[in-house]
């Protein structure tokens, strides 16, 4: 069963804006994982977070991770025009099995 | 890199009729490849995990004797949708991960299939 559950589901907002998009997630993980996919694409990995990390950046991404409330957030930061895509987080089911459960994804929209 | 290509990128075919579609890790040997189906504006939908040589782990619901899975080498998987159906049209997408860090899934690019 899917255990990430996105929010917002759709974002849209004007290119230069930052656009935050959250994660829950319900079990123990041991990290979580942040993936772009473009419209009929295959995923990118954008960034992954262990469960002993808080934070961690990538040029312009940004993600938090909070283990007590089970949640995780990805900021991009001066959105440009080809941000635009799903992104989806994405935990690992079990330890050592490598599976990855993937959240219903937010769905953003940077407008020029 | 880490490239893993998918062929074919789309494929059209009858009811009744069997598909495969192969998935390549192109610059690195696939430790682990794993089979995912995604429905329209939906989220990936993990089928089954496979290791070179040995028999799939498919996911609780999914039919072992419809998805057939064969990884016959470190760099290649293929998913075959046998007597495939209208229900089956799906993006079927695949992913390897290699070593030393297996926490990351590298995709392919995915397969979108139309069953008529």
């Known amino acids: 069963s899917q255990q990430g559950e996105e929010d917002p589901q759709a974002l849209s907002i004007q290119e230069g804006e930052n656009a935050t998009m959250n994660c829950s997630y319900k079990?123990?993980?041991?990290?979580l994982q942040w993936y772009r996919q473009n419209s009929g694409r295959g995923l990118v990995h954008l960034i992954l977070?262990?469960?002993?990390?808080r934070e961690k950046h990538s040029g312009r991404l940004r993600v938090t991770l909070d283990t007590s409330k089970k949640s995780s957030s990805l900021l991009i930061t001066a959105s440009r025009a080809a941000d635009t895509a799903s992104y989806f987080c994405?935990?690992?089911?079990?330890?050592?099995?490598?599976?990855?459960?993937f959240g219903q994804g937010t769905r953003l929209t940077i407008n020029p | 890199g880490a490239v893993v290509s998918q062929h074919p990128s789309w494929v059209i075919c009858k009811s009744g009729t069997s598909v495969k579609i192969e998935c390549r890790s192109l610059?690195?040997?696939?430790?682990?490849m794993f089979w995912y189906r995604q429905f329209p504006k939906q989220s990936l939908m993990l089928m089954a995990t496979?290791?070179?040589?040995?028999?799939?782990?498919?996911e609780q619901g999914v039919e072992k004797d419809k998805f057939l899975i064969n990884h016959a080498s470190l760099t290649l998987s293929t998913l075959t949708v046998t007597s495939a159906h209208p229900e089956d049209s799906s993006f079927y997408i695949c992913?390897?991960?290699?070593?030393?860090?297996?926490?990351?899934?590298?995709f392919g690019p995915g397969t979108r299939l139309t069953v008529l």
């Open positions: 610059d690195f040997q696939a430790t682990t």
């Open positions: 994405a935990t690992d089911a079990s330890r050592g099995a490598q599976k990855l459960v």
């Open positions: 992913s390897a991960t290699r070593q030393p860090s297996t926490d990351t899934q590298y």
């Open positions: 977070i262990r469960s002993n990390e």
């Open positions: 496979s290791n070179e040589g040995s028999k799939a782990t498919y």
């Open positions: 079990t123990s993980i041991n990290n």
